[in-house]
């Protein structure tokens, strides 16, 4: 059973450019949350996706935007990249809208540099 | 909007020793996770426990969620126990959020 898997793993780009990072959620799942982790802090929530619409969104500017396939799988698209963008960005995936009574599950992440 | 504080933010300890993290939240929650999360950046869950105890080998956890707070306990810690641990907090605002707290970091010395 697969679990949950992102890529790239690690990537560098420049400032001004634009990302997109990809996740498949572990098998069962249909609903994917994505969160920004920076060093030495904890996971922050970035937004949440189910049936294909974006439901919850923390406090990240319209830069951060994503998409949920029919598949469930998704993306996260960062434009107009800052320094401050630098950061491990966690794709998590669970069963429904709330993880009542469920686990959430974490990819590996996706580490990437601005520079 | 919920806070969410873990203590201590930093734990050294001898291998074979106990220990007891915290997490205070300060409001209610819908649901509350434990996670450890290794020094290659992966989150692994520990324990999904919105109320009463729950044992997993040498870990244990506990909240009341009466008094909005977690403790997790490791007990006889190993050099693998090394990593950083966060409580996250689920709560409904019209919808459901997942707030994480900044963290332990625990370093077990051999």
């Known amino acids: 059973d697969a679990g949950v898997t992102q890529s790239p793993t690690h990537l560098i780009k420049t400032r001004g450019q634009q990302v997109t990072l990809r996740c498949s959620p572990k098998?069962?799942?249909?609903?994917v949350s994505w969160y920004q982790q920076a060093l030495g802090q904890g996971p922050q929530f970035i937004f949440q996706?189910?049936?294909?619409?974006?439901?919850q969104r923390g406090n990240f500017p319209d830069r951060f935007s994503g998409h949920q396939f029919p598949n469930y799988s998704s993306e996260l698209n960062v434009n107009a990249l800052l320094l401050g963008d630098s950061a491990l960005y966690l794709c998590a995936s669970s069963y429904g809208l709330t993880f009542s009574g469920n686990t959430i599950y974490f990819g590996e992440g996706s580490w990437l540099t601005v520079v | 909007g919920i806070q969410v504080e873990q203590s201590p933010p930093d734990l050294i300890l001898q291998e074979g020793a106990n220990s007891t993290l915290r997490c205070n939240f300060s409001?209610?929650?819908?649901?509350l996770q434990w996670f450890h999360q290794n020094p290659w950046g992966q989150l692994i869950n520990l324990f999904y426990i919105p109320s009463g105890t729950k044992q997993n080998g040498r870990l244990s956890a506990t909240t009341v969620a009466t008094e909005r707070y977690s403790l997790l306990y490791i007990s006889s810690s190993q050099t693998t126990d090394s990593g950083v641990y966060f409580c996250a907090v689920e709560f409904n605002t019209g919808g459901f959020k997942t707030i994480f707290g900044a963290g332990t970091r625990l370093f077990v010395k051999a």
């Open positions: 996706y189910y049936e294909e619409e974006e439901r």
């Open positions: 409001d209610s929650v819908n649901n």
């Open positions: 098998s069962g799942h249909d609903t």
